[in-house]
């Protein structure tokens, strides 16, 4: 592979993580431009990553399938819940307008690697657990950091952002002085509190990871501290949170990730 089109390649990279983190946001202000807008820009980056993809060697293309080419995939699969609009036509969905998913039109690669397994409920670092905050006296919604076998060991609460052993359940005497449930309404505004916190979270690492200058490329041998920006070979930007003695937690823009450190 040669170096101008590993460059592009990194920057399409960066261009995928970044309309993620916008298909994100178009969903949830609901605007159909908004979203119809970002539909034209995931088809533009998927005809990108496939003429990128055709000019590769056998060995480049397995390399860049296994890692930029499978964060392609899931752009789509985020793309499927936006609007699409036909000429004359409103539609809620690509389907109802007459044409076929991104997912049901992309016609499948001759197989190099065995397909991904089909998400499950099996805890990882970076994953989501609800646990037990002290800090907010209730059960609130985590991000894992540290795993001990298939165990969440420490995690992240996404309100308050105290870092804490895992605690499936309130203690206690948090337990006795816990009042009766009131209803639906004030777990929901909870719920979406939460949730405009991540969106807030994610637009401010955005708007960081494009704005920092010479960020530094990975280096498995490397050392690095938290807060330092990188650029990941597969991931795209990050920002690190924590550094660990043979690894590290970055935060790109489709979440935390551990990466290894040699």
């Not at 392609?72 to 985020?78: E, H, K, M, Q």
């Not at 494009?210 to 990975?218: M, N, Q, S, W």
């Not at 550094?243 to 970055?250: E, G, K, W």
Request: aromatic share 2%; hydrophobic share 35%.
């Amino acid at each position: 592979m040669d170096d101008l089109t590993s460059e592009q390649l990194k920057e399409l990279s960066h261009e995928v993580g970044a309309a993620i983190n916008e298909v994100d946001a178009a969903l949830e202000s609901g605007e159909d431009a908004r979203q119809l807008a970002v539909g034209r820009l995931v088809g533009e980056l998927a005809k990108r990553y496939q003429e990128l993809r055709g000019g590769l060697d056998e060995k480049s293309r397995e390399m860049v399938e296994r890692g930029l080419g499978r964060r392609v995939v899931d752009l789509r699969r985020a793309a499927e819940q936006l609007t699409r609009r036909m000429p004359g036509a409103k539609a809620v969905s690509s389907r109802d307008a007459g044409s076929l998913p991104f997912l049901e039109q992309r016609m499948p690669p001759k197989p190099i690697v065995p397909e991904r397994a089909a998400p499950s409920e099996k805890l990882s670092v970076g994953g989501e657990i609800e646990s037990w905050c002290g800090k907010c006296k209730e059960m609130r919604e985590h991000r894992i950091v540290a795993m001990v076998g298939s165990e969440a060991k420490q995690v992240i609460c996404v309100v308050c952002a105290s870092r804490h052993a895992h605690k499936g359940e309130p203690p206690a005497r948090a337990r006795a002085q816990t009042p009766a449930p009131v209803g639906i309404p004030a777990q929901r505004r909870t719920d979406e509190a939460a949730r405009d916190k991540r969106a807030d979270e994610k637009r401010a690492l955005q708007k960081e990871l494009l704005e920092a200058v010479d960020p530094r490329p990975f280096d498995p041998k490397a050392r690095y501290k938290a807060g330092e920006i990188i650029v990941h070979p597969e991931h795209g930007r990050g920002k690190i949170e924590n550094v660990l003695r043979s690894s590290m937690l970055v935060r790109f823009l489709e979440g935390l990730r551990p990466v290894d450190l040699s």
